[in-house]
């Protein structure tokens, strides 16, 4: 069964780091990029960037340059997004989520669970 | 950037009936070396992450109920419900990916009247 599975939910102080992880399974994770969707309380989805699973190289949207760091390791088929300095206004819940169609491009076929992320 | 409207922001309809939701995009989302949208649709229920329902503008994604169905080209979309049942009850987003950066509609709420 192809999935992502994200790691659980954090409770983090401000100025505290945090490292998210995204594990694929059901399918080999370099063959479909990897989107990050930030959704705050209440509110709508906002993209992140994305990272290219075959080369490793990232991709940030504006606002999310700096502090936010996607990375992978292949050899256990999980993505990761670090966000270093937490503030308060990235309490959120934070989705990987799989191209649906094998390379870089396209709509959003498969996401994970989400991880909640609290900076209190 | 790719500023997508979503209107209404909230709709109430009764069960069996029809609900339509509309996506405007502020340029155009139409490739013209393919010729397709790049426009997705997705429902997402509360406590749960999105689900893909329509792709390229129009496409239904497999396992999706062949009441929801997705039109339009260029810039103005729509997504429509036929005949609602009390599952369909979520907030729906549509998504381009046209062009960098992907940006999503605002969401609009449905509910059952």
């Known amino acids: 069964q192809v999935q992502l599975v994200q790691s659980g939910s954090e409770l983090k102080k401000p100025g505290a780091s945090v490292k998210i992880s995204c594990k694929a399974s059901?399918?080999?994770?370099?063959?479909?990029?990897i989107n990050w969707v930030r959704q705050a309380p209440g509110q709508g989805l906002q993209w992140m960037g994305w990272?290219?699973?075959?080369?490793?190289?990232?991709m940030y949207a504006q606002g999310f340059t700096g502090r936010f760091v996607f990375s992978l390791d292949t050899s256990v088929n999980t993505a990761y997004v670090q966000i270093i300095g937490l503030k308060s206004d990235d309490s959120a819940i934070y989705y990987c989520?799989?191209?649906?169609?094998?390379?870089?491009?396209?709509?959003?076929?498969?996401w994970g669970q989400g991880t909640m992320i609290t900076v209190s | 950037d790719t500023v997508l409207t979503q209107s209404p922001g909230s709709l109430a309809v009764s069960l069996g009936e029809r609900a339509t939701i509309n996506c405007k995009s502020s340029?155009?989302?139409?490739?013209?070396?393919?010729?397709?949208?790049?426009l997705a649709w997705y429902q997402q229920k509360p406590g749960q992450p999105p689900k893909l329902l329509v792709y390229?503008?129009?496409t239904r994604e497999s396992g999706v109920p062949d009441r929801f169905s997705g039109s339009g080209s260029g810039t103005d979309f729509t997504l429509t419900i036929t005949s609602l049942q009390a599952e369909d009850v979520a907030v729906y987003y549509c998504?381009?990916?046209?062009?960098?950066?992907?940006?999503f509609g605002q969401g609009t709420k449905l509910e059952i009247k």
């Open positions: 998504h381009q990916y046209y062009s960098t950066p992907d940006t």
């Open positions: 340029q155009s989302v139409l490739y013209s070396s393919d010729n397709k949208n790049y």
């Open positions: 390229w503008a129009s």
């Open positions: 059901g399918y080999n994770l370099t063959v479909h990029a």
């Open positions: 990272i290219n699973t075959n080369t490793g190289i990232p």
């Open positions: 989520a799989r191209t649906r169609s094998p390379g870089s491009w396209g709509s959003f076929g498969i």
